[in-house]
């Protein structure tokens, strides 16, 4: 079965650099998350979008903007890079109004801040 | 704002071993309670989900259970073995909306 794709799968930035990480969910997924895990920290939610539209928003930098596309992939853009950016970012996909509405995780991108 | 708690922090254990580990979250209006592992610097395994209207959820060695009405979650696990030292994770949500993740519990078996 399909899962969840997330692109790069690692990413080495300088400070005040840009990134853009990438979320290709599971097929006919119509909602993404995109949570944010610091080294030793539980996994925080960013923002989350569901058919195209910006849907929550939780603790994401102002420097941090994402969307999601007519294909429903969304792209997390992050700007001025900090040291404390580096972590783990994960995306996960469900359908939302499903029976469950059970969230898949993608395999994370781990990006370093240098 | 729902909180989730999860203790004990750390757990070692012996092989073979039965034990439990435990999730408290103080908004009892959830949707779905699910049950993650981690391994060091690797990704999210979703172990079991248990939605709202259900007890318990049972896969191979692993059982969880849910009481909506006291806040709480545990996971069982039966005949310990190495290959299960991980962190645990727990993360509960309201419908169509984000999960929510304790700090986690991370086991250790010891052979």
């Known amino acids: 079965a399909a899962g969840v794709i997330q692109s790069p799968r690692h990413l080495i930035k300088e400070k005040r650099e840009t990134a853009t990480l990438k979320c290709y969910p599971i097929p006919r997924h119509d909602t993404v998350y995109w949570y944010q895990q610091g080294p030793g920290q539980d996994p925080q939610f960013l923002i989350s979008?569901?058919?195209?539209?910006?849907?929550d928003k939780g603790s994401i930098p102002d420097r941090f903007s994402a969307q999601q596309f007519s294909d429903y992939h969304s792209e997390l853009n992050m700007s001025s890079l900090e040291l404390g950016d580096s972590a783990l970012y994960f995306c996960?996909?469900?359908?939302?109004?499903?029976?469950?509405?059970?969230?898949?995780f993608g395999p994370g991108t781990r990006l370093t801040v240098l | 704002k729902q909180e989730v708690t999860q203790i004990p922090a750390a757990l070692s254990v012996p092989e073979g071993e039965n034990l439990v580990l435990n999730c408290s979250f103080t908004?009892?209006?959830?949707?779905?309670l699910q049950w993650f592992r981690q391994d060091p610097g690797k990704g999210l395994t979703s172990l079991l989900l248990?939605?709202?209207?259900?007890r318990e959820q049972t896969s191979g060695r692993l059982n969880a259970s849910l009481d909506k009405s006291s806040g709480r979650s545990t996971l069982y696990i039966a005949a310990s073995q190495p290959g299960d030292s991980a962190t645990y994770l727990c993360?509960?949500?309201?419908?169509?909306?984000?999960?929510?993740f304790g700090k986690g519990t991370t086991l250790s078996v010891s052979s």
């Open positions: 993360a509960a949500n309201q419908a169509g909306t984000a999960l929510i």
């Open positions: 979008f569901y058919e195209k539209m910006q849907s």
């Open positions: 248990i939605q709202s209207s259900q």
């Open positions: 996960a996909s469900s359908v939302r109004g499903a029976l469950t509405d059970e969230q898949f």
């Open positions: 908004d009892s209006a959830i949707y779905n």
